[in-house]
Nanobody, 122 residues
Framework: QVQLVESGGGLVQAGGSLRLSCAAS????????MGWFRQAPGKEREFVAR????????YYTNSVKGRFTISRDNAKNSVYLQMNSLKPEDTAVYYC???????????????WGQGTQVTVSS
């Protein structure tokens, strides 16, 4: 079992930055691929970024490439999402998730946090 708790969301103006954090329980954190997903009002949840267990491999959806950076600290059982140059269309609830296999598909992820709201004003 892995429990995930996100933090760091908030209200920011367009062009600003936020750093999301996700703290995980358990002793095998480094064996999990970690992903960030988001869900905007009235839309389905979508993939944002994922990082391998070692942190050596990352992948992003096109809309955030060059603006968002996913990273992890296995000693702290944490994964992060640094979000720069934020746009109003980045407004969503952001979720972190854990999976044993590398995937960008929502249904592959076994464990989910409760989400943190990010609101970007224009």
């Amino acid at each position: 079992q892995v429990q995930l708790v996100e933090s760091g969301g908030g209200l920011v103006q367009a062009g600003g930055s936020l750093r999301l954090s996700c703290a995980a329980s358990g002793r095998t954190f480094s064996s999990y691929v970690m992903g960030w997903f988001r869900q905007a009002p009235g839309k389905e949840r979508e993939f944002v970024a994922r990082i391998s267990g070692s942190g050596g491999s990352t992948y992003y959806t096109n809309s955030v490439k060059g603006r968002f950076t996913i990273s992890r600290d296995n000693a702290k059982n944490s994964v992060y999402l640094q979000m720069n140059s934020l746009k109003p269309e980045d407004t969503a609830v952001y979720y972190c998730a854990a999976d044993r296999m590398i995937s960008i598909r929502e249904y592959d992820y076994d464990y989910w946090g409760q989400g943190t709201q990010v609101t970007v004003s224009s």
